[in-house]
């Protein structure tokens, strides 16, 4: 989710709001997403585990950051290692949380090309 109060409207609602930097204590910088792997029926004995060993699915969630204002969510499943990214990709969308292609993407990565709608 963004912070509604740190955005600065531009006044013109076509036009992106203009974020604004704000300081963050030291810890709550990063934004956090944990991946957390099913380990129970693995161990023989009901409520043990076989330390090390998980189940290839799990749980993907965001963690809590008041400097960013982020609530976690529900985990959301991912039941191949598969799908990780495409579940990662959805818990960051789902909280309002917009990455930026840091110099090394950006050489591979380019704008989408301007559609033509003359037919």
Same mark, same amino acid.
């Given at each position: ?30 934004? $956090? ?11 023989? $004995? ?42 990662? $990709? ?30």
């Amino acid at each position: 989710m963004i912070n509604l109060s740190a955005i600065n409207w531009s006044g013109n609602m076509a036009k992106e709001p203009t974020l604004e930097a704000m300081d963050a204590d030291h810890g709550l910088k990063m934004i $956090e997403i944990k991946l957390r792997f099913w380990t129970n029926d693995i161990a023989d $004995e009901k409520g043990k585990i076989i330390p090390k060993h998980a189940w290839s699915k799990g749980v993907v969630r965001v963690e809590a950051n008041k400097a960013h204002g982020i609530k976690p969510g529900n985990p959301a499943p991912f039941r191949s290692l598969l799908e990780v990214g495409a579940v990662i $990709e959805d818990v960051l969308i789902a909280h309002g949380i917009v990455l930026h292609a840091d110099k090394r993407t950006r050489k591979y990565m380019a704008a989408a090309p301007a559609k033509n709608n003359t037919k």
